[in-house]
């Protein structure tokens, strides 16, 4: 009988913690721990070109990006079910831009590549046993590199290109949600906003932007593996 009472309790005091933690949380293993990830999706440019246009658009026509391709590699600290942090690099994808004389024998042409790497802290909110909420602030330093050249077909002497670069740091907020497959793999859908990027365009200057400066709206869907 003694043994009997003594293997009931030796029971208990196994089972009793594991069940209330199976209880609050699924995936009790999950709650803390690391993970990476990748996303791809798309990169929405508010204001691209938008002061340069200004200047041109009285003569000849625009041909201009507001959405281009984009890749986020990320990893994160899991606190808990709550809290985590993460740190990122993201290609913020290539908007360029085209301007056209009204006989075509001038042309302007902008490329640009715009990339970043940031940290930023994460809260969860979880909805049920698979989805959970999450909400992002941080902040990303980014570089914008623009290549320009301007090409008159009729007085060839007139040519030229150049190369600038800027860059600089922006706060970074964002909403989305986890959809847990597995104990270890999730899928994410996320809204992140940055804001500041680029500089403003000012005529007057050699070495200025084209680009602009821009709130750009990043849009991603992501795998993740957590450890």
């Known amino acids: 009988m003694k043994k009997a009472v003594l293997a009931v309790a030796l029971s208990s005091s196994f089972i009793a913690p594991a ?13 803390s721990g690391f993970y990476l990830g990748l ?13 340069f246009r200004k200047e041109q658009t009285t003569y000849g026509s625009y041909e201009y990006t507001t959405r281009d391709g984009a890749v986020n590699l990320f990893a994160g600290y899991r606190v808990n ?8 690099y993201t290609d913020l994808g290539s908007p360029d831009a085209e301007w056209k ?23 969860f909110y979880p909805i049920n046993n698979n989805i959970e909420l999450k909400a992002t ?22 040519n030229k290109s150049s190369s600038h670069s800027e860059k600089g740091t922006s706060l970074t907020i964002g909403f989305g949600a986890n959809y847990n497959l597995t104990e270890n793999v999730a899928f994410s859908l996320q809204w992140e906003r940055i804001n500041d990027v680029g ?3 000012d005529e007057n200057k050699t070495d200025t932007l084209r680009f602009g400066e821009n709130d750009i709206d990043l849009y991603t869907l992501s795998v993740q593996y957590k450890f």
């Open 199 to 201: 500089e403003k365009y």
């Open 81 to 88: 079910k709550f809290f985590g942090l993460e740190i990122n």
């Open 39 to 51: 996303g791809a999706g798309a990169a929405d440019y508010n204001d691209s070109y938008s002061e």
């Open 101 to 123: 004389s009204p006989g075509g024998n001038e042309r302007d042409d902008i490329e640009n590549e715009i990339k970043g790497y940031g940290i930023k802290a994460v809260g």
């Open 137 to 158: 602030a941080g902040v990303m330093k980014w570089e914008v590199e623009e290549d320009y050249s301007y090409t008159n077909s009729v007085i060839p002497s007139e």
């Open 19 to 31: 069940f209330a933690a199976d209880s609050l949380n699924p995936f009790a293993d999950e709650n």
